[in-house]
């Protein structure tokens, strides 16, 4: 017997639980985009790690949960997904005005168009229920973005508050405390303990 939440086994399709099973895919997509992107930077060379050994290795641990993730949703019935259109085409509006943003101004002024966007529209992306996706992806592109310009200081900074407020419990308070306690922690661990190859702050600050 099925219960309220879970389809019966005929209306699933191929797919046991397609929910995981596509939110494991974006997973493994975006796991798959980082080891492309970090083709250039230098690995591993003795002890010493190189500016695209944490990256990677977070893409590998990251790639091999969501294929586990993606063999357990094909078999494992999960509950049912009930689309939200208004919801499917506010993410299509935010991705594709973005894109628009990233072809003419460039990477950082994408990050500070889409963390704008994403606090003004904060209650229409509750009310969505896209809340945490939206705030958590925005959080790790800003960091991407932000982390070679700015240092590893505001680049932590920046990823703990933004991805907070994926929470309904986001206290913005709280949160920049925290940001910037583990910023600083962040700077002092890899760059002064594991001898990282980033800038804690902006780089330009230390060139002059």
Same mark, same amino acid.
């Given at each position: 017997?099925?219960? +309220?939440?879970? +389809? *019966?086994? #005929?209306?699933?399709?191929? =797919? &046991?639980? *397609?929910?995981? $099973?596509?939110?494991?895919?974006?997973?493994? !997509?975006?796991?798959?985009?980082?080891?492309?992107? /970090?083709?250039?930077? +230098?690995?591993?060379?003795?002890?010493?790690?190189?500016?695209?050994? =944490?990256?990677?290795?977070?893409?590998?641990?990251?790639?091999?949960?969501?294929?586990?993730?993606?063999?357990?949703?094909?078999?494992? *019935?999960?509950?049912?997904?009930?689309?939200?259109? +208004?919801?499917? !085409?506010?993410?299509?509006?935010?991705?594709?005005?973005?894109?628009?943003?990233?072809?003419? &101004?460039?990477?950082?002024?994408?990050?500070?168009?889409?963390?704008?966007?994403? $606090?003004?529209?904060?209650?229409? $992306?509750?009310?969505?229920? %896209?809340?945490?996706?939206?705030? %958590?992806?925005?959080?790790? $592109?800003?960091?991407?973005?932000?982390?070679?310009?700015?240092?590893?200081?505001?680049?932590?900074? /920046?990823?703990?508050?933004?991805?907070?407020?994926?929470?309904?419990?986001?206290?913005?308070?709280?949160?920049?405390?925290?940001?910037?306690?583990?910023?600083?922690?962040?700077?002092?661990?890899?760059?002064?303990?594991? #001898? !990282?190859?980033?800038? &804690?702050?902006?780089?330009?600050?230390?060139?002059?």
């Amino acid at each position: 017997m099925n219960s +309220p939440d879970t +389809p *019966p086994a #005929n209306a699933r399709g191929w =797919i &046991a639980n *397609p929910r995981d $099973f596509f939110g494991a895919l974006v997973l493994l !997509l975006l796991a798959l985009f980082v080891l492309w992107a /970090t083709l250039d930077l +230098p690995g591993q060379e003795g002890f010493q790690l190189g500016a695209g050994s =944490i990256p990677r290795l977070f893409a590998l641990l990251l790639g091999a949960n969501a294929l586990l993730v993606m063999a357990s949703a094909a078999f494992t *019935p999960g509950p049912s997904v009930r689309y939200s259109m +208004p919801a499917a !085409l506010a993410v299509a509006a935010y991705c594709s005005t973005a894109l628009a943003v990233y072809r003419f &101004a460039g990477p950082q002024l994408t990050a500070i168009y889409l963390i704008v966007v994403a $606090f003004l529209f904060l209650k229409k $992306f509750d009310e969505l229920g %896209i809340r945490a996706p939206v705030f %958590i992806a925005v959080a790790i $592109f800003a960091f991407g973005v932000f982390v070679k310009p700015l240092g590893l200081a505001i680049a932590v900074f /920046t990823l703990v508050v933004i991805s907070a407020a994926a929470s309904r419990e986001f206290r913005l308070v709280e949160s920049l405390i925290w940001g910037l306690v583990l910023g600083i922690f962040s700077a002092l661990f890899f760059i002064l303990l594991l #001898n !990282l190859p980033f800038a &804690a702050i902006p780089p330009v600050l230390l060139s002059q």
